[in-house]
C-alpha cells in the first residue's frame, strides 16, 4: 500500500514538473551557416581563446544532422524547414511535403525570378510549421532576420513553396486576404522584419526595378489590415504596442553586413537600419503583449553570406552581432521570468560551411592573421617557405595558381578574401553536422545527436501542443 501511495505521489510530482517546464515563449535563434567552425572563430576574435561567447552559457547542448531529403550537403530551404515542421524535404523546397519537387521558379513581366513555381497539381503539399502551430493555439507569432524577408529561412515559418527563389509568391503569402495568402497564419504573423522591401512593392522603371510586376503594394494592403509599416530603426523604436508589424528595412535585398551597418555613412540606408539586437528586443515588446505567449524565430542570415563569399571579417562580426541578440533576448526575458521557467530560447544553425581553422598558432594571436608559430610568434611557413592564414575554405574563388606570401595588413583588412582549396565561383555549404544549444523551459529535452526534424518535435513538446 505504501509502495503504491509513494508511485503515485512520484507520478504526480513527475506530472507536475513535466507541467512547470512547458514554455509559454519560444524564442528560436538561427545562425545561417553558423557552423563549429565559426563558432570557434568568433568567441576567439571577440574575446579570446580563454572568453565565452553568449550562446557557449547555454546549458544544454546537442549535436545536429543537417542533411536533407536528397542530399548529403543540404541548402538553408530544406534545413529550416525541417526544425520548423519536422519533415525531411529536397533542397530548395520550403515547408511541403517530402516528396515535393524543386522545380524552376518562373520570371514575371519584367524579367525578374521568383514568381510562383507551384502552379502544378499534385508537386507536394504545405505541411504546418511550429509557427502556425502556435498561431492556431492564440500566441502571438514573429520572424525576424537580417536577411530579405522572403529569403528560405524565414519563409520556411509562414510560407510554403516549391523553390525557395519564388519570393513574389512568398510575400503575397503573408499578407492577410490577400491573394496567394497562407490562410493556415489566421489574423496574420504578428511581426515580420528583414530586408527585400522590393518583394512587396510595385515595379517601377526608375525606382523600383526589382517590384512586383502585378502592380500590388503589399505594405499597402498590410496597412490596412492594422500593421504598422516601418522602414527605418526609428519607426521601429516609434512602433506602438497592440498592433500587428512588419519592418523592412531594405529597399532592395539584404540588410548591411555589422561590419558595414555599424559604420555607415549618416546618409546611407544602412545607418538607419537597426542591429538584430535590437530587432530582437523590439519583437519581444511587442509579442509579449499576447498573454498567451509567443513564439519568434530570430536569424542571423548575413553570417552564411560572408562565408560563401569567403569574407571570413564579416562572418565572425555577424556572428558576434547574432550572439549579442541572444544576450538581449536572454536579458529582457529574465526582466520578468527570472528563471526562465516559462520560456524556452534554443540556438542552432541550419548547416556548417568549408571553413577550416589551420595551423598551429600562437595562443593570443589574432584568428584573421597569418599562423604565427606557437614556439616563437614567428609567422609559420607552408612546404613552399610562404605564410598562410590560420582560416581558409575547403572551396570558393579565391585559390591561386601559384601561392605567395601573406602578410598581415592584408589578410586582416575588411575585404580580405580566405584562400581555398578547390576553385569554385562561390563557396558552398558544408556537410558537417552542427551544434544546438538551449535554455530554459523544457531545454533539458535537446542532448546528444539529433536529426533536425527531431528539433521540431522538441518544440511541440515544450509547447505543450
Not at 514538473?17 to 563558432?39: C, H, R, S, W, Y
Amino acid at each position: 500500500m505504501k509502495r503504491t501511495l509513494l508511485s503515485a505521489a512520484l507520478l504526480l510530482s513527475f506530472g507536475a514538473a513535466q507541467a512547470a517546464g512547458e514554455a509559454k515563449n519560444v524564442i528560436f535563434f538561427l545562425g545561417d551557416g553558423m557552423g563549429p567552425t565559426t563558432v570557434t572563430a568568433s568567441r576567439i576574435y571577440k574575446y579570446g581563446e580563454d572568453g565565452s561567447l553568449t550562446m557557449d552559457k547555454l546549458e544544454r547542448s546537442a549535436r545536429i544532422k543537417t542533411y536533407s531529403n536528397d542530399a548529403q550537403t543540404t541548402d538553408s530551404a530544406p534545413s529550416m524547414a525541417a526544425y520548423m515542421t519536422g519533415v525531411k524535404m529536397n533542397n530548395e523546397v520550403i515547408s511541403m511535403s517530402a516528396a515535393t519537387q524543386a522545380t524552376p521558379p518562373g520570371k514575371d513581366a519584367n524579367g525578374n525570378l521568383g514568381v510562383n513555381n507551384c502552379a502544378a497539381s499534385g508537386n507536394g503539399v504545405a505541411v504546418p510549421t511550429i509557427l502556425e502551430l502556435a498561431k492556431a493555439k492564440g500566441k502571438a507569432v514573429g520572424a525576424i532576420t537580417t536577411t530579405e524577408l522572403t529569403h528560405a529561412t524565414p519563409a520556411t515559418t509562414f510560407s510554403h513553396i516549391c523553390n525557395r527563389n519564388a519570393q513574389y509568391a512568398i510575400a503575397a503569402q503573408a499578407v492577410p486576404g490577400g491573394a496567394g495568402y497562407n490562410a493556415a497564419l489566421g489574423d496574420g504573423v504578428d511581426v515580420l522584419m528583414g530586408g527585400g522591401r522590393n518583394h512587396f512593392t510595385p515595379f517601377d522603371a526608375v525606382a523600383n526595378k526589382a517590384g512586383r510586376a502585378d502592380g500590388r503594394n503589399l505594405l499597402t494592403e498590410l496597412a490596412a489590415k492594422g500593421y504598422t509599416v516601418a522602414a527605418t530603426k526609428a519607426d521601429m523604436a516609434a512602433a506602438p504596442a497592440g498592433k500587428k508589424f512588419i519592418g523592412l528595412y531594405s529597399s532592395k535585398s539584404h540588410l548591411e553586413y555589422e561590419l558595414d551597418r555599424s559604420a555607415a555613412v549618416p546618409l546611407g540606408e544602412g545607418a538607419s537600419q537597426p542591429s538584430l539586437a535590437e530587432m530582437t528586443v523590439k519583437a519581444m515588446d511587442l509579442l509579449s503583449q499576447n498573454t498567451n505567449g509567443y513564439f519568434l524565430m530570430v536569424e542571423g542570415g548575413r553570417i552564411d553570406h560572408a562565408l560563401h563569399g569567403t569574407n571570413a571579417k564579416r562572418a565572425l562580426t555577424d556572428t558576434i552581432a547574432f550572439d549579442d541578440a541572444i544576450k538581449a533576448a536572454l536579458d529582457k526575458a529574465k526582466l520578468t521570468d527570472p528563471t526562465l521557467a516559462n520560456t524556452l530560447i534554443v540556438v542552432t544553425a541550419d548547416h556548417d560551411h568549408t571553413l577550416a581553422f589551420n595551423g598551429y598558432g600562437k595562443r593570443g594571436s589574432s584568428v584573421l592573421d597569418v599562423t604565427r608559430n606557437y614556439k616563437d610568434g614567428q609567422p609559420s611557413k607552408d612546404a613552399d617557405g610562404n605564410t598562410y592564414t590560420t582560416l581558409v575554405f575547403g572551396n570558393g574563388p579565391n585559390r591561386p595558381a601559384v601561392r605567395a606570401s601573406l602578410d598581415s595588413n592584408t589578410v586582416m583588412g575588411d575585404n580580405y578574401l580566405q584562400e581555398t582549396g578547390v576553385r569554385l565561383a562561390s563557396e558552398t555549404h558544408g556537410g558537417g553536422d552542427v551544434k544546438l544549444l538551449a535554455t530554459g523551459a523544457g531545454a533539458k529535452a535537446f542532448k546528444g545527436t539529433l536529426d533536425n526534424t527531431t528539433v521540431f518535435g522538441l518544440l511541440k513538446t515544450a509547447f505543450g501542443f
